[in-house]
């Protein structure tokens, strides 16, 4: 109960959103669906919520993106497309989820934040690094690839991320 109270399980959380999201940029875009589901998860184990939805409620950045979700439930009001529109809806519902994270949950510390960078910036390099190697490989394939405008070969992330 202690970790709840403490507001750890709610950081935690927006951590485990922040890697998953940074690593989905990466490797695999499943990671970036989930990241803000796991961040409204965070935003509500904040022990603090009430306290802090005013917070949100005040945030002008907050309640713009959550009109965008306001709006495309608005127009299923009359659109004859479902399947576009039901697309379009799931797309669209990070703008609502993850300024609603960063607001609510609690804030992660600065070694966590420092984590989430290494992440991102080592694994774009990690990612760049595989690519060039593969270019330097095989230069005629990469280069007829490039020239038609298409990537070549298997994907770089599938070195770093075998999964993906």
């Known amino acids: 109960m202690q970790y709840y109270y403490s507001g750890r399980l709610s950081q935690h959380l927006l951590w485990l959103a922040c890697l998953a999201g940074a690593a989905g940029l990466l490797a695999a875009r499943a990671l970036v669906a989930l990241a803000p589901v796991v961040g409204v998860l965070a935003a509500l184990a904040n022990p603090n919520v009430r306290r802090d939805w005013p917070q949100y409620l005040r945030n002008g950045a907050a309640m713009r993106a959550a009109a965008v979700v306001v709006f495309l439930l608005l ?55 595989a690519t060039l190697g593969q270019y330097l490989m095989d230069p005629a394939t990469a280069n007829e690839a490039i020239g038609v405008g298409r990537t070549w070969g298997p994907s770089p992330s599938s070195f770093i991320f075998p999964s993906a």
């Open 75 to 129: 127009s299923g009001l009359y659109t004859s497309e479902w399947a576009t529109w039901r697309h379009e809806l799931f797309r669209n519902l990070p703008w609502l989820g993850v300024p609603l994270a960063f607001t609510l949950a609690v804030p992660l510390t600065a070694r966590q934040r420092l984590a989430v960078g290494y992440l991102f910036v080592l694994g774009t390099a990690a990612v760049g690094l």
